[in-house]
């Protein structure tokens, strides 16, 4: 069951809220839950990923205006937030990695665990909230070689 606290504001702290409602008559409306931040990453958190490229994507927090990047192969760094795996402010919610013209343009290493926050960013540019660090593993069986164009004769 919901709490039965009543708030005025809601915390931004990946808190899951569940929104009541009474009317003046006693009646209750519950909301669904809604997550305040960048959630649900894809590839999960803690996958083993099959490619060698990856799309991330991830869940809108809901009033995030744009989204803060963070990519690489080292947790502190990620954490941090330091300038070589920051990858760029983004209002959409996916980011392609291990592909020619993205970051890790040469492909993901097989083997190769990948660390990746999203944080939300108001309107003025200024983060409303660090996300937390999602990681996945490319597979090691991954072959190595990628094929972009295939021509059949018939």
Known sequence: APPNDVITALQNDGTWWTV???DQF?????ADPICLVAN??????????PDTWANLSWNEGIRAASYDVYFGENLVD???GTADVFRGNRTSTYFVVGYDGFPYSG???PGTTYFWRIDDVKANGTVMHKGGIWRFTVSPQTPSIRIYNQVVSP
Request: a positive charge; hydrophobic letters at 35%; charged letters at 10%.
């Open 40 to 49: 649900n990453p894809n590839p999960a958190d803690g996958a083993i990923h």
């Open 107 to 109: 492909g993901l290493v």
């Open 20 to 22: 009541r409602v009474r």
């Open 78 to 80: 990620v954490n941090q």
């Open 26 to 30: 006693g009646s209750t409306i519950y």
